[in-house]
């Protein structure tokens, strides 16, 4: 599909951004891209000036929450250029997020052309390393209706925003940050929606996210609904642990989201000659880990996040059990953060083949 470019809006000077004084999620890029789809097609590609939608107080996004979203990363190479760190995966589960929403799909072409149009368009957005260009795919269903039936328009659109530490403080190496455990609250449960990209997934986090923040916890970990409470994953990204020198992650499954990042993460360390064990833990068994100190490091790892290393769990009882030294991230979390980090930014070879390089963009 062709998609039509108004680029007249002002670019910043190339340079300006400084990737250690941004707030993640904050500063939006000049332009964005938005198609509608209409009588059962994709309509009217652009790339024009951000600016505000209209949307009938009707519409059926704001009723029955029917829209999903994808996160990825653009990162400026060594040579000038810019590189995105595999969009192919986002693009399969914007698909996968939209069937099961009873959304239409997106062709990955369009998808990535969507993107590779826009990241062009404002090149002078991408911070120089440790920032990146943070790349927010969404869609939502646009028909004034207050029925419950899937929608017959929709909206996808695509905004970047130059991004640095997801987590405050955490600006160089892998950071680290503090867990709320969450024991009464969970996200998914067999045959939802955990394992898709859905704006209710993360609805349904907001409220024990902010407790947590209040308990001076950056995450909140879920659990599942089984009576043995095995943990699943954190509110906005992947949990992985160290134990006796293995990498352990809960097996992918219909209550967790299939991260990039976590397959990535999974390779580098099969890579690294790291054993890797898919296994999910009871709660008592985190417990008894972490306080035996059989394991010695946890580790948040998504798009935004990268790879942080978790300091401290809490309990909601305010017990509170320390990671290792809760010092800073360990070692095995601090290599697989440079591993990540050094493919990424084009300092390692990528021998998985995972940048798709951005054309025509060379940054001063
Ligand atoms: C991402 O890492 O891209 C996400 O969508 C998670 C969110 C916490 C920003």
Redesign the pocket.
């Known amino acids: 599909m062709q998609i039509i470019k108004d680029l007249s809006a002002d670019p910043v000077a190339a340079g300006r951004i400084d990737p250690t004084k941004i707030a993640?999620?904050k500063t939006f890029s000049r332009h964005s891209f938005v198609a509608e789809f209409q009588d059962g097609a994709w309509q009217s590609a652009r790339i024009a000036a951000i600016e505000p939608f209209s949307l009938h107080p009707g519409a059926l996004v704001l009723h029955y929450a029917q829209s999903i979203?994808?996160?990825?990363k653009a990162f400026a190479q060594p040579d000038g250029g810019v590189a995105l760190f595999r969009p192919e995966r986002n693009a399969r589960r914007f698909q996968a997020s939209a069937a099961r929403m009873a959304m239409p799909r997106v062709d990955e072409s369009l998808f990535l052309d969507a993107i590779l149009g826009l990241v062009s368009a404002d090149y002078a957005y991408i911070p120089r390393f440790p920032g990146s260009l943070?790349i927010?795919p969404a869609m939502i269903a646009t028909q004034p209706y207050i029925g419950v039936r899937s929608s017959t328009d929709f909206k996808f659109f695509v905004v970047t925003l130059p991004a640095a530490a997801?987590f405050p403080g955490s600006d160089s190496g892998a950071g680290a940050v503090d867990v709320l455990i969450s024991e009464s609250v969970v996200r998914a449960f067999p045959g939802g929606t955990g394992n898709v990209?859905t704006a209710a997934n993360?609805a349904i986090t907001l409220q024990v996210t902010s407790k947590a923040a209040a308990a001076g916890c950056g995450q909140v970990l879920f659990l599942d609904s089984s009576p043995a409470r095995r943990v699943e994953e954190l509110?906005?990204?992947n949990v992985l642990f160290v134990e006796n020198g293995s990498l352990v992650t809960p097996p992918l499954n219909d209550t967790i989201l299939p991260g990039v990042?976590r397959d990535s993460v999974l390779q580098l360390a099969k890579d690294q000659g790291l054993p890797v064990r898919e296994y999910a833990y009871t709660l008592k068994e985190l417990q008894e880990g972490l306080q035996s100190g059989k394991i010695t490091e946890a580790i948040a790892c998504?798009?935004?996040?990268v790879v942080t290393g978790i300091r401290r769990f809490h309990l909601e009882s305010g017990v509170t059990i320390p990671v290792g030294d809760a010092a800073r991230p360990g070692p095995v979390t601090s290599a697989l953060f440079e591993h990540l980090q050094g493919i990424q930014y084009g300092w390692l070879p990528d021998k998985h083949g995972w940048l798709m390089r951005v054309d025509g963009v060379h940054l001063d």
């Open positions: 993640f999620g979203f994808e996160g990825l943070y927010r997801y990209k993360y509110g906005g990204m990042i998504g798009t935004a996040a």
